[in-house]
């Protein structure tokens, strides 16, 4: 072979080999995602001196949350958009002061007990002794009283499963902790799954007869914390009825039907929609704050509700084992809080779907039960699913 063949070939190699090389930089799959961590860090001290944690988990899809052992509080959701952009798409704080200094509680991501919601007159009577509860709403008892357990600190446990990974809670409210009976032992779990689901699970025993209702209150916004209102939200509830009422929010006892109101959400619906329609329960809730009869068909986990944000595409599905659901659509918030970032929560920015048993039960015997009785465990479930539309 001459000179100029060898060098030819040569050359024609080179080239041949940029070519493969440069096709095998262009079809390298991406850099692969981080698969689960769970990891927990100091957060601050109460002022009495009680340490707090803060435990941050994730999955392999981009799902990151915060949780602290003050109230069990979710301080930081974030879940990608439909362009794979990750935000936090719940309301907070970002220190601990926020949550223990702020302004007038609007429990923000906290675990709620004993009792979520309300109960009348911030009383009730059971096996014929009449309790007294704090009346810190009106005259009624709401969210478990002056200190309830939102405003505790929590023992806090890091939680691996097959399920996924994320945080036990557990705490002891002992007996005559605002004015309920028995020692009710509480442990409360929070499960990020590979399927972006959030798993709550919520289990208690107690040495005495006791009202429990327990819930998880954080305040959602799809678009993104402190990007403004929520009325574009499309929101759906699989509930064919709801309680109305009366102008302290506690229900009168009927099970009204919502077709042909305001309150109809079995399809989706904007929640701006029809919230300032000239309605009498709209007028006592100062906007959407009530509780929905979930459509149950027996026993078990049943989807509840789902929330749509065309601009950002995300998506929340809940399913739940509870009878009833409160949608609260943020009609208290008015522009005095400032929270995560600087920002300003104005009227409703963030909307709340708790999942619980109906308000004031324990003075409604026509609603389902929530009284626990020693040799009984209280155990219900609800499950977040964050994705997108297309």
């Known amino acids: 072979m001459t000179r100029f063949h060898y060098a030819a070939a040569f050359a024609s190699a080179v080239i ?48 990151e949350i915060k949780a602290t052992t ?15 952009t990750a ?74 499963t097959a399920d996924g990974v994320g945080v036990a809670f557990t705490r002891t409210s002992p007996d005559g902790e605002e004015g309920y009976p028995g020692s009710l032992k509480v442990r409360v779990t929070y499960t990020l799954t590979e399927k972006d689901e959030l798993i709550v699970a919520y289990h208690a025993t107690t040495d005495k007869a006791t009202p429990v209702n327990l819930t998880q209150h954080s305040y959602f916004n799809l678009a993104g914390e402190g990007s403004g209102d929520i009325l574009g939200h499309e929101l759906s509830i699989d509930a064919d009825r709801y309680t109305p009422v009366d102008d302290t929010l ?12 305001p309150f109809d959400f079995r399809t989706p619906t904007a929640i701006g929609a029809r919230i300032d329609a000239n309605d009498p329960q709209l007028t006592n809730g100062k906007g959407y704050d009530h509780n929905w009869v979930l459509n149950r068909t027996g026993a078990g986990l ?14 929340l599905d809940i399913a739940t084992t509870e009878p009833g659901i409160q949608f609260y659509a943020g009609n208290f918030l008015d522009g005095t809080i400032t929270g995560k970032g600087g920002h300003v929560y104005n009227h409703r920015t963030g909307f709340c779907l708790e999942t619980q048993h109906y308000p004031d039960s324990p003075n409604k015997p026509g609603f389902p039960s929530t009284i626990l009785k020693p040799g009984q465990e209280y155990s219900t479930k609800t499950v977040f699913t964050f994705g997108v539309t297309k």
């Open 70 to 84: 003050y109230g069990g509080i979710i301080t930081s959701l974030k879940v990608p958009d439909r362009a794979g």
């Open 250 to 261: 506690i229900p009168a006892g009927q099970l009204a039907p919502v077709q042909g109101t």
């Open 87 to 160: 935000g936090d798409i719940v309301l907070g704080f970002d220190t601990l002061a926020g949550y223990v200094n702020g302004p007038p509680p609007p429990y923000f991501g906290a675990i709620i007990g004993r009792y979520g919601n309300r109960i009348g007159k911030a009383q009730f009577t059971l096996d014929g002794t009449t309790y007294k509860l704090a009346a810190n709403n009106g005259p009624n008892h709401l969210h478990g009283g002056n200190k309830g357990f939102d405003k505790v600190v929590w023992a806090g446990e890091l939680l691996k």
């Open 16 to 63: 041949l080999c940029q070519i493969v090389v440069g096709a095998c930089a262009q079809s390298a799959p991406p850099a692969a995602v981080k698969g689960p961590e769970l990891t927990r860090a100091p957060f601050g001290k109460t002022p009495d001196g009680t340490a707090v944690d803060i435990y941050t988990f994730s999955n392999g899809h981009g799902v």
């Open 302 to 315: 049943q989807h509840a509700a789902r929330v749509v944000e065309p601009t950002t595409g995300r998506t």
